[in-house]
Each structure stands twice: as C-alpha cells, then as structure tokens.
C-alpha cells in the first residue's frame, strides 16, 4: 500500500492564502496608535474642560436649592435663621422636609457646603463651597463659590 498525500483542492489553497494574510502587520498597528493618540490629545483637555464646567454649574445649583430652603424655613419658623443646614433634611411633624432627600447633598468633590448664619453685619445667609481645594480661595475648580456671588451676579 502506498500513502499518497492529497492535493488541496483550489478552495482549501484559496482558504489557506486568506488564512495567512488574516489580522494586521505591525505597521498599520502603529498608524491605528498614533491616530489614536493624536485624537486622544485633541479631546481629552476639551472634555475635562465640559466636565470642570459641569462641576461648576452642578455646585451653583445646589446652592441655590439649599439658599431657597434657608429662606423658606425663615419664612416658616418666624423669621427664625436655621442654626445648621441638617435641620432642612430633619422631617417636621408632617414628615416634610425643607430640601428634597433625607441627606444633604455634598458639593462635587465631595464636600460638605458651609452655612453661615445672617449677623448683624450681614443680614443675609450665606451658602458656600470651598472649590475642589477645600481650601479659602483659589481659581478655577479650586475658587469658593458662594450664594452672595451668585445673587450678586459675580459668578
């Protein structure tokens, strides 16, 4: 008996040269990275812009929400300031509260926002963040922003 090794028909020699040029060469690998990359550059510095606005516009309204709820206490509790803001997340007897939610919401970088009281020198309430910082002053993400400024139209 002899052994023969049988000849790939013309489809099997087709589907085999397919098989070898199947995938991409480092070349055209590298091109694809390099597109990328280029476009990385061009978007990313543009989104993180978006999203420092956002932070932004995120803190200036929820300091107009809880600027409202001070003012509404007020009204409600006889021209009474609140002493602290949780007491507008405490349900009064109706099981209502001044600010929606059971907890006080944080500022975007994840901080508390600071409440201080009218005095006789400043009649108003003020509401304010830190910024990103946590810290007095700043610009960009780091700047305080605060109910004054946004009232007085300074932000």
């Not at 098989?19 to 993180?48: H, K, N, Q, Y």
């Amino acid at each position: 008996m002899t052994e023969h090794t049988p000849i790939p028909s013309r489809r099997q020699r087709a589907a085999s040269a397919r098989a070898s040029r199947a995938g991409f060469s480092l070349a055209e690998l590298m091109v694809v990275i390099v597109i990328i990359g280029l476009l990385a550059t061009l978007v990313v510095p543009s989104v993180v812009q978006k999203l420092a606005k956002a932070f932004g516009g995120k803190a200036k309204a929820d300091i107009v929400a809880i600027t409202q709820a001070i003012e509404e206490y007020y009204i409600n509790n006889g021209g009474q300031w609140p002493d602290s803001l949780e007491i507008l997340v405490e349900p009064d007897e109706n099981g209502n509260t001044y600010l929606k939610g059971r907890k006080l919401p944080r500022d975007p970088w994840k901080n508390e926002y600071g409440y201080e009281a009218p005095t006789p020198s400043e009649p108003r309430p003020r509401v304010y963040t830190l910024g990103k910082a946590g810290m007095v002053g700043g610009e960009g993400d780091n700047r305080d922003i605060s109910n004054w400024e946004i009232e007085d139209g300074d932000e």
